[in-house]
């Protein structure tokens, strides 16, 4: 069981992709799930000793955003207790229909991705990640209530058990949505309060993506798949403005100038100050950058 097994999966529309790339492998009995562009950053690790976390990869990362020697883990949990009589759903990756768009500029689609069709409106592609017991030859595990299950790859965790990638759409729920409407809101104030580069706003090849983690009361791990173009208009909005203060100050005689930039100076201080504390989103930010063709995990 030392050879790694790995499927990539995304969903597009015609030549354009518009969800993030998911990456799923298994290494020895140990899952791990990312966004392939950063899987080298955070990454998903669903361990067989049962002991579940969302973690930054290095402790370089992790102090970015977290206080210097605190646990790389944003969140830990155990493994859910079976749910059926076979298995165990571990994990679930969300693909809202609401949060795809295309790359502002359209990259050719990598040939080692598994590209799933767009869901309808107001519907979710559910990929799941579940650990069964090895199934009669032609059988296939079914969720209660969903007709549409596929089965993208399983692989042998041990003589007696499989792990399966299945897919299937299903509709948004209203808990869900409401999730998503808050991750958006915290992702903005962070990303204005953060001192974000605004060079790479008009980056023409960029394609926005981001994750939230989901609060999930079965216990299984949740992770949704989340468009971040919004925050083009967010922070140019935000830059136009400070640009704006600063032409303002630049024109102001110096003792004017000098009574208002040491208030000023004491707020962004109190700012930077007040970022470093920890956020279950802070790790949204760090999957804002470019797709390119070139990037390959």
Same mark, same amino acid.
């Given at each position: 069981?030392?050879?790694?097994?790995?499927?990539?999966?995304?969903?597009?529309?015609?030549?354009?992709?518009?969800?993030?790339?998911?990456?799923?492998?298994?290494?020895?009995?140990?899952?791990?799930?990312?966004?392939?562009?950063?899987?080298?950053?955070?990454?998903?690790?669903?361990?067989?000793?049962?002991?579940?976390?969302?973690?930054?990869?290095?402790?370089?990362?992790?102090?970015?955003?977290?206080?210097?020697?605190?646990?790389?883990?944003?969140?830990?949990?155990?493994?859910?207790?079976?749910?059926?009589?076979?298995?165990?759903?571990?994990?679930?990756?969300?693909?809202?229909?609401?949060?795809?768009?295309?790359?502002?500029?359209?990259?050719?689609?990598?040939?080692?991705?598994?590209?799933?069709?767009?869901?309808?409106?107001?519907?979710?592609?559910?990929?799941?990640?579940?650990?069964?017991?090895?199934?009669?030859?032609?059988?296939?595990?079914?969720?209660?209530?969903?007709?549409?299950?596929?089965?993208?790859?399983?692989?042998?965790?041990?003589?007696?058990?499989?792990?399966?990638?299945?897919?299937?759409?299903?509709?948004?729920?209203?808990?869900?949505?409401?999730?998503?409407?808050?991750?958006?809101?915290?992702?903005?104030?962070?990303?204005?309060?953060?001192?974000?580069?605004?060079?790479?706003?008009?980056?023409? $090849? +960029?394609?926005?993506?981001?994750? !939230?983690?989901?609060?999930?009361?079965?216990? #299984? &791990?949740? %992770? *949704?798949? =989340?468009?971040?173009?919004?925050?083009?208009?967010?922070?140019?909005?935000?830059?136009?403005?400070?640009?704006?203060? $600063? +032409?303002?100050?630049?024109?102001? !005689?110096?003792?004017?100038?000098?009574?208002? #930039? &040491?208030? %000023? *100076?004491? =707020?962004?201080?109190?700012?930077?100050?007040?970022?470093?504390?920890?956020?279950?989103?802070?790790?949204?930010?760090?999957?804002?950058?470019?797709?390119?063709?070139?990037?390959?995990?």
């Amino acid at each position: 069981m030392g050879r790694e097994r790995v499927i990539r999966v995304g969903v597009a529309e015609g030549d354009s992709a518009l969800s993030a790339v998911w990456r799923i492998w298994l290494n020895g009995s140990d899952v791990y799930v990312a966004i392939r562009n950063i899987a080298g950053e955070f990454k998903t690790s669903l361990h067989a000793s049962g002991v579940y976390r969302h973690a930054f990869v290095t402790d370089q990362l992790s102090e970015q955003f977290r206080p210097v020697g605190a646990d790389r883990a944003v969140s830990k949990w155990n493994r859910p207790p079976p749910q059926a009589k076979a298995g165990t759903l571990l994990f679930q990756i969300l693909i809202p229909e609401s949060e795809l768009q295309p790359a502002r500029h359209g990259l050719p689609l990598a040939r080692d991705v598994v590209w799933l069709p767009r869901p309808p409106a107001g519907a979710v592609t559910y990929l799941s990640v579940l650990e069964l017991v090895r199934l009669a030859p032609g059988l296939m595990p079914q969720f209660e209530g969903v007709s549409n299950t596929t089965a993208l790859a399983s692989w042998p965790t041990d003589p007696r058990s499989m792990l399966w990638t299945m897919v299937f759409v299903a509709p948004i729920t209203g808990e869900q949505a409401e999730q998503i409407a808050s991750a958006r809101v915290e992702i903005t104030r962070q990303a204005v309060q953060r001192d974000l580069s605004g060079d790479h706003l008009e980056e023409p $090849r +960029a394609h926005w993506r981001g994750f !939230g983690l989901l609060q999930s009361p079965d216990g #299984v &791990g949740r %992770i *949704v798949d =989340l468009n971040l173009e919004f925050l083009r208009e967010s922070l140019t909005a935000a830059y136009t403005a400070a640009a704006h203060c $600063r +032409a303002r100050l630049l024109s102001m !005689g110096e003792p004017r100038r000098q009574a208002l #930039v &040491g208030p %000023i *100076v004491k =707020l962004v201080r109190g700012r930077t100050d007040r970022r470093r504390t920890v956020s279950p989103t802070g790790p949204i930010l760090r999957v804002i950058g470019r797709r390119t063709a070139s990037t390959s995990v």
